[in-house]
């Protein structure tokens, strides 16, 4: 799978602040890759970097493999990173003639792309008049006339409101599906989670974890146990292969597990050792807290 831009232990220091601290990743083509960390975590520096508005203090990025310039590489991506700002007093269509003539593109691509971020309708509205949602409509529109390999997104649902943030997702979603990578800078857990197939967790700008969203439950879960006798209990649940630690709250265990166990699993095993058990529930805990677990400061 080819790779549309790889970075490599990129650094970078703001004085005493470590924005970015020794991070590596890899985008390949076609993924929507989201950078997920909370506010002040190195999202935006990162992005900066990439797009040379950033200077690094060390480390290394290559878009396209390397074989292009990053002048030339920066030609085949699009990127919001900023909040939209066009002429107030002129038209969409207007605003993005402009930028056609800036980038050398032709004026067809205009009516595809409002037609793509669902402001065709309104093409002839003054901007001032658009919505903040139509406003970073408009803005993602025209940064996909030159047709971008990568279109890169900076926190795009920042001040919306849910019917602006339910659109802007779906027209990412559509835009992904047409074949262009994404990469896109969120503090939201859940934004992630409906909008990306990959993640790298960030928290003071060190990576935390990196890698396809769906496989992020990095937990196997635990039981919540109880029994007449727990001291017996607890010897037998050390004694099982796929139990990890253990530890008693208010006369109920919680035995984490370190490998996929059923809870009819463990109930025979235990039934087999004679512990007959009053209390069992398996339960996972849940993204957001897993999340919270891996940003909060330990
Ligand atoms: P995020 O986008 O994840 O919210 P940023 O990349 O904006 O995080 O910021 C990361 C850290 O770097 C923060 O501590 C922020 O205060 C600091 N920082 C960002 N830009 C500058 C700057 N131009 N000068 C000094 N410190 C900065
Ligand atoms: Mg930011």
Redesign the pocket.
């Known amino acids: 799978m080819e790779t549309i831009l790889s970075i490599k232990n990129l650094d ?1 220091k ?2 005493k ?4 601290n020794n991070l590596s990743f890899d985008i390949k083509k076609g993924e929507v890759y989201g ?1 997920l ?12 970097i990439i797009l040379n508005v ?1 200077n690094r203090t060390s480390g290394d990025f290559n878009w396209f493999d390397g074989k292009l310039s990053t002048h030339e590489a920066l030609k085949k991506v699009g990127a919001i990173i900023e909040r939209p700002n066009f002429y107030p007093y002129m038209s969409a269509v207007q605003n993005l003639q402009l930028i056609c003539k800036i980038k050398g593109v032709s004026y067809d691509k205009i009516e595809e792309k409002l037609k793509v971020v669902n402001l065709f309708e309104r093409r002839n509205s003054k901007f001032k008049t658009y919505s903040l949602g139509m406003k970073q409509r408009l803005a993602i529109a025209s940064a996909l006339l030159n047709d971008p390999e990568i279109l890169i997104l ?2 795009p649902t920042n001040g919306l409101d849910p019917q602006g943030i339910h659109e802007i997702r779906q027209i990412i979603k559509e835009i992904a599906k047409n074949g262009t990578t994404i990469l896109l ?1 969120s ?1 939201l857990l859940d934004e992630v989670e409906k909008v990306c197939s990959h993640v790298l967790i ?1 928290r ?2 060190v990576k935390l974890y990196s890698g396809r969203v769906d496989e992020m439950t990095t937990s196997n879960g635990y039981f919540e146990l109880e029994s007449e006798n727990n001291k017996e209990l607890i010897k037998h649940l050390e004694n099982h292969s796929s139990i990890g630690s253990i530890k008693e709250e208010n006369g109920i265990l919680i035995a984490n597990l370190t490998s996929e166990l059923s809870a009819s699993e463990i109930n025979q095993f235990l039934f087999n050792n004679n512990i007959t058990l009053s209390h069992l529930v398996k339960r996972k805990p849940s993204l957001e807290q897993q999340f919270l677990d891996l940003t909060n400061n330990n």
């Open positions: 970078k703001y004085g602040v470590h924005a970015v950078i960390g909370p506010n002040g975590s190195g999202k935006s520096t990162t992005l900066g950033v900076d926190e800078a503090h960030i003071n700008g």
